[in-house]
């Protein structure tokens, strides 16, 4: 297995990054029935490789640039198989002490890197859970909210459904869909979530202004304000919403606030980048998904909450055949009572290896780098006249677009979705897009572990030169290999990146570097010699040099 993975690391560039096989391919190549027979792992292996891998889009590659990365590391898939060798379901402490402890501490570890306010970190009175995704953490944190606004208003003599009916939550047009489903799920009726437009004027950030009417018209029609949404990094163009109006709001109409942070919040261990968290300390809620940019193997979702017992109150179940004597001295926190599910994996082992083994300093660079080469692929867009950034870029996420033509009626949205479907379908790259204020816009996100600059100019060229074909320019590629990221096009007419000329060149030095697929591929190696060696101290040495 473990060979398998390290040549496919090493091989993933000769992979289409996106699949390419059409919907129900797979039906037609493995039976409809399970065997009755044991089948052997080389013919399992074969399965793999001719009918698996052709159906897989490949997160992991180099040219991976579509939604947000998949974040990976050698540490992180050390905690992985560690997590799936020994198996444990620690859903309270007695059912593996080790499994929940760790978990503490490994959240404290990253809330202190982020700054949280103490509130947040369990020696403070707060606590931290790490939850599969940021799905089920605001799912829990409105369930939390929901059940504290109940409570007080049955407690006045109002009738359950009847508040539940008057429950409004509010987001903005740019939130996650994720909140509008936690909703649902939760019984906010659909018309009682209030998602609130924004524009380019606040850079599609929530306005202070619009979310405080919206309050205000609620409130004198008699619904209850109950849950607000704050993001840092939105997921069309990371965005930041003003965390510090946002929670005065909130506490002035005694709502919960939540902050989902799920792919910027990483960024914040960067010093540079804390300033996008002031205000979390007027939340009650903050989540970010470490397996977005911080190494760690999909999945894992830290939350973390001021008041844990809010959680435990709208989550906990006590049956008898889990009672323990610690956990009804109150001496240990179970977690299966801050989450959805019973049963849940030792997800804190890929935490704990992967910030042991890179260090505070080693995520802050991989972090650095793919915000150094967004920010290099943006001034490529910005020194082309064909092209246009669309909205400003906070992270490593950039939004562009190729400038439709002159009296287009669709605004530019044939011709860039023209360019996105093309390079997409041949292989080479796979992007995605979205719509800001009404304009069709291409997203380009950095940071996946394996891409390095080079791929980033490599993405530039086949942009540029796709984009040269629908307009009708020739082109001719140049390109300077001693500077590792500079290109130019020159031709006869005026091509796409005819106005290139003194583009910025991204210097990224070796030790920079962000894990190429060779070097991932190279660690992975003395992992083989685990299955063949017979002594402990060899194996640990195999380890050690992983």
Partial sequence: MVEFLADYYRDIESYPVRSQVEPGYLYKLIPDTAPESPETLDEVFSDVRSKILPGITHWLSPQFHAYYPASFSTAGYLGEMLCGGLNVNGFSWIASPAATELEVIVVEWLGKLLQLPKEFLSSGGGGGIIEGTACE??????????????????????????????????????????????????????????????????????????????????????????????????????????????????????????????????????????????????????????????????????????????????????????????SDEKRVIDFRNLQLPLSRRFRALKLWMVMRMYGASGLRTHIRNGVRMAKHFESLVRANRHFEIVTPRNFALVCFRLKPQANDPENGKTINQKLMDTINANGTVFFTHTIMGGVYTLRMAIGATMTQPIHVTDTWAIITTEANRLLGLDSEMCFNSDSGAEMCFSSDNESVDSDCEGTPVLNITDEEQPLGASALAAAMRPLVSLSTSNSFQERSECIAVA
Wanted: hydrophobic share 40%; glycine share 6%; net charge negative.
């Fill in 137 to 326: 953490s605001v799912f829990v944190c409105i369930l939390a909210a929901r059940k504290r606004f109940v409570d007080k208003f049955t407690s006045e003599g109002m009738f359950e459904g009847e508040v539940h009916s008057k429950l409004v939550a509010y987001t903005s047009d740019q939130t996650h869909s994720c909140v509008a489903k936690a909703c649902k799920m939760a019984g906010v009726q659909g018309e009682n979530l209030r998602v609130l437009a924004t524009d380019a004027s606040t850079d599609f950030a929530l306005s202070p202004a619009v979310l405080k009417k919206a309050i205000e018209n609620d409130i004198a029609a008699g619904f209850i304000p109950f849950f607000v949404c704050g993001t840092v990094g939105t997921t069309s163009s990371s965005a930041v919403d003003p965390l510090h109006a946002i929670g005065d709001l909130a506490r002035s109409y005694g709502m919960w606030f939540h902050i989902d942070a799920a792919y910027a919040g990483s960024a914040c261990i960067c010093p540079e980048f804390r300033p996008f968290l002031d205000g979390v300390e007027k939340a009650d809620s903050f989540c970010l998904n470490p397996h977005k940019w911080l190494l760690i193997n999909f999945d894992s979702s830290c939350l973390w909450v001021k008041d844990p017992k809010a959680l435990e109150s709208a989550l906990s179940t006590d049956p008898e055949y889990l009672k323990n004597k610690h």
